[in-house]
């Protein structure tokens, strides 16, 4: 259940991605994009405490996991949306999609699980699956770029780490307290861009805006929900789906031309993916009869 959910907000972000693009060539930017769609959750995780009288208060132990949550949370936005100005957003993509590996690295010292070989490798296939999708483009390497592309890998493999460490505290409680952290960086940005525009500017592109902040609420719950469920390692493998499903909907939506190496690279992650399920169950104890 728990990778089935992840994979279903691989394919949510996967989504975002295309739609982000489209509503871009309308005018739109991605800070802009960003913050509404936090304000939004925010509005709508508001909504849903005061519809189920949920309360917000964060457990006891359970505050420094929760704050460093939102904090990796804004920080992985901030930090690979500020690459692309550096970099193709091909090499940004390949940069940042270490972070499984990353994530499958530092677990044993994280957590209490111990170090899998076979996991590192599924994850070192499941990277080149990537690599192979995206096609990194490598002119014009920025070592800014570079280094912010690295810094959102490192902040999303302790996204992980801190959703998982939080699982004591409750999925509303969760969500409000980590998107009223993001948000103030999410409006920084765009006071330092100088792209803020009115809510009504989103009408330029209703259809692309719409998916996107859909994309965002849906992808952002169910990874939320899929790491209250599987470990991060577990986890972080499957969202290597996410640029799979980026290209699958850019050929289908956009015309894009997908080629063999693309082909070649989907099939690996799909590969790794699997084989991740699989390693996931033989770990499992079997149910006493």
């Known amino acids: 259940m728990g990778i089935s959910l992840a994979l279903g907000s691989a394919a949510a972000f996967g989504t975002n991605i295309v739609s982000a693009q489209l509503a871009a060539q309308a005018g739109l ?23 189920w009288r949920s309360g917000l208060a964060i457990p006891a132990g359970q505050r420094p996991a929760v704050l460093l949550f939102g904090l990796t949370s804004a920080l992985v936005g901030s930090a690979y949306l500020s690459s692309v100005a550096f970099l193709p957003v091909t090499v940004a993509a390949v940069v940042f999609y270490t972070f499984p590996v990353l994530i499958v ?11 899998s070989p076979d996991r590192l490798v599924v994850a070192l296939v499941a990277f080149l699956g990537v690599a192979l999708v995206v096609g990194p483009d ?18 999303a493999a302790a996204q992980f780490f801190t959703a ?18 993001i948000l103030p960086v999410t409006a920084i940005i765009l006071l330092v ?17 719409a998916v996107t902040i859909g994309g965002y609420l849906v992808g952002f719950l169910l990874q939320v929900m899929a790491l209250m469920r599987v470990a991060p390692g577990a986890a972080g493998l499957a969202f290597c789906a996410e640029p799979v499903f980026a290209v699958v909907i850019a050929a289908s939506v956009l015309g894009e031309r997908v080629g063999a190496l693309q082909y070649a690279g989907g099939a690996l992650v799909l590969a ?18």
Not at 42 to 47: E, H, K, S
Not at 193 to 209: I, N
């Open 193 to 209: 861009t100088g792209g803020f525009l009115s809510p009504g500017a989103l009408l330029l592109a209703p259809l692309a805006v």
């Open 272 to 289: 790794a993916i699997a084989a991740n399920v699989i390693l996931e169950q033989k770990r499992r104890p079997l149910a006493p009869l």
């Open 164 to 181: 998982s460490a939080s699982n004591g505290t409750p999925l509303i409680p969760k969500l409000f307290w980590s998107h009223l952290l």
């Open 29 to 51: 930017s991605g800070p802009l994009l960003v913050f509404y769609r936090v304000f939004l959750m925010l509005a709508l995780v508001c909504g849903a405490a005061l519809l």
């Open 105 to 115: 690295l530092a677990e044993p010292l994280v957590t209490r699980a111990r170090f």
């Open 138 to 155: 490598l002119y014009g390497l920025d070592p800014r770029g570079l280094a912010l592309a690295l810094i959102a890998s490192v902040m």
